[in-house]
């Protein structure tokens, strides 16, 4: 925004556009949980190996978070709109080559190729939608519907997953995404402008492999931790990762045009919006991992049962966006921010108040609330993220804001789980069994009260350090988050 001139608002045709924007976001977050649910008919058929099951489930997410920011700054260079257009292309034509995938390794390829092209959707729409709604407050609700959009995926995944895979075989739940894809690309070049900067520079493929290797290694070492304990093989990954990641940014100061711009990072709103969503991020899959082995191991539920349950906190979510920019009309956003995340914080010390009786209504509340007061941040913290930095950047700082949630989400997973492990095992007699010290699920007879018991301790510790996390997330998002006005520099708008 220039001087004292008041924003251009959106109209008609920017509204519709972000109806398409939309769809993608849709079905990433569809893609990443139906796979789950084809598992059991996927090695019925391919019969893979356990190691090519391990990388068939999780090369997609690995390939989004390593090549976020990558594909986020080609589509400053090249145009947000041809590069979503092409990721939507790529990832119709991955998902039919992974829906008739003769053989694991096929398979691994075509998953492989669904998270290169994933990673060019996420950064493209929401930098476009940067440019395409500069007035404020158009812009919140245009981020809370687009983040409602992955919020809603999540929720009808295993629906529309389920369904798929009572009357088709596996491959049906790639298929899935195909028509949207097409959609997208047919519509996309009526209803999307394209932008893209007016400064061009070569694309480092350095650099670019650095950003992979390093974001790869982190989060695979962080993935170990999570699923197997601290191993010399975790570390050297984590390590060797952030070894890459320390290279790439010296290799980054020296560059004409550098694959990521470090001055972002001096701009104090980009920075505090960043480290806030970061922070909540940790918390909410890490305790959602415990809260669900709590539903099944603890108050005896079901899959299908804890299932159902969980879907009542990835609803709040979406509520929670929804309200959002209604909340903003009334009272300072940064407050309610601030506001939401302290109940978010007083809810996540419920935890502590669940029991072996106490069933599943304690954690789901405590998490219901919880996604409630921390969806108004999200929301604050995207818009700042894409508001604040040079709309020549939008792309890439978008591809930042998800990259630091892809490696928040992995260590939050690590780490909780790490704590609960820790509290866990303390919290079992001397002689427990070797199998039991590994893991709830392997108690039986006299071992299995003691090994509730254990894990309800575990659960209570990890409330009161997940409530910390957030209350501090609180106290910085009240203290930093201060919107400056921007000042918007030149681009090269191309109408279509």
Not at 52 to 75: C, R
Not at 153 to 176: N, Q, R
Not at 178 to 198: D, I, N, R, S, Y
Request: aromatic content about 6%; charged content about 15%; proline content about 5%.
């Amino acid at each position: 925004m220039t001087g004292t001139a008041m924003p251009q608002r959106a109209g008609r045709r920017e509204w519709i556009g972000l109806a398409v924007l939309v769809l993608p976001t849709v079905l990433i977050s569809v893609d990443m949980s139906v796979l789950y649910l084809a598992v059991p008919k996927l090695s019925a058929d391919l019969q893979p190996t356990s190691v090519e099951l391990l990388w068939i489930t999780d090369i997609y997410g690995f390939l989004i978070a390593g090549s976020l920011i990558t594909m986020g700054t080609i589509g400053d260079r090249i145009g947000r709109r041809k590069l979503l257009l092409i990721g939507a292309a790529a990832f119709g034509l991955a998902s039919v080559l992974a829906a008739y995938a003769p053989t694991p390794e096929l398979l691994i390829a075509a998953r492989a190729l669904l998270g290169i092209a994933g990673a060019t959707l996420m950064p493209s729409t929401m930098s476009l939608i940067r440019n395409m709604f500069h007035d404020d407050r158009q812009r919140t609700v245009a981020l809370s519907l687009w983040m409602t959009g992955f919020s809603v995926g999540t929720v009808i995944g295993p629906l529309v997953g389920g369904l798929l895979l009572e009357h088709f075989w596996w491959g049906s739940v790639f298929l899935a995404g195909v028509p949207v894809m097409a959609l997208l690309v047919v519509l996309g070049p009526f209803l999307v402008p394209e932008f893209k900067t007016l400064t061009n520079g070569r694309i480092d493929l350095l650099s670019t492999a650095m950003s992979l290797g390093a974001i790869l290694g982190v989060i695979y070492g962080l993935k170990q931790i999570a699923a197997d304990g601290l191993s010399l093989e975790a570390a050297a990954a984590i390590v060797a990762g952030a070894g890459l990641a320390l290279a790439f940014v010296r290799r980054q100061r020296r560059l004409e045009h550098p694959l990521l711009d470090l001055d972002m990072f001096k701009m104090r709103e980009f920075t505090a919006a960043l480290v806030t969503m970061m922070l909540v991020m940790l918390v909410g899959p890490g305790t959602a991992f415990l809260v669900s082995q709590y539903l099944q191991l603890v108050a005896g539920l079901s899959p299908l049962e804890a299932g159902f349950w969980s879907l009542i906190p990835a609803v709040a979510i979406v509520l929670g966006f929804v309200a959002a920019p209604i909340l903003f009309r009334w009272l300072p956003r940064v407050y309610v921010a601030a506001g939401g995340l302290a109940i978010g914080a007083l809810a996540l010390l419920l935890l502590t108040q669940t029991d072996q009786t106490s069933g599943p209504l304690v954690p789901t509340l405590a998490h219901t609330l919880f996604f409630l007061g921390a969806s108004p941040l999200i929301v604050v913290g995207m818009d700042l993220v894409v508001g604040s930095a040079p709309v020549e950047r939008s792309g890439a700082a978008s591809a930042i804001s998800e990259t630091g949630s892809e490696l928040s989400a992995a260590l939050g997973i690590a780490a909780f789980g790490s704590i609960a492990t820790a509290v866990y095992v303390s919290g079992l007699p001397a002689d427990a069994s070797a199998a039991v010290r590994e893991t709830l699920a392997a108690a039986t007879g006299p071992e299995l009260e003691q090994a509730r018991e254990a894990f309800v301790g575990s659960l209570h510790v990890v409330g009161i350090v997940a409530a910390v996390v957030v209350a501090t997330a609180a106290v910085l998002t009240a203290v930093l988050l201060e919107r400056d006005n921007a000042r918007e520099p030149e681009l090269e708008v191309v109408e279509s």
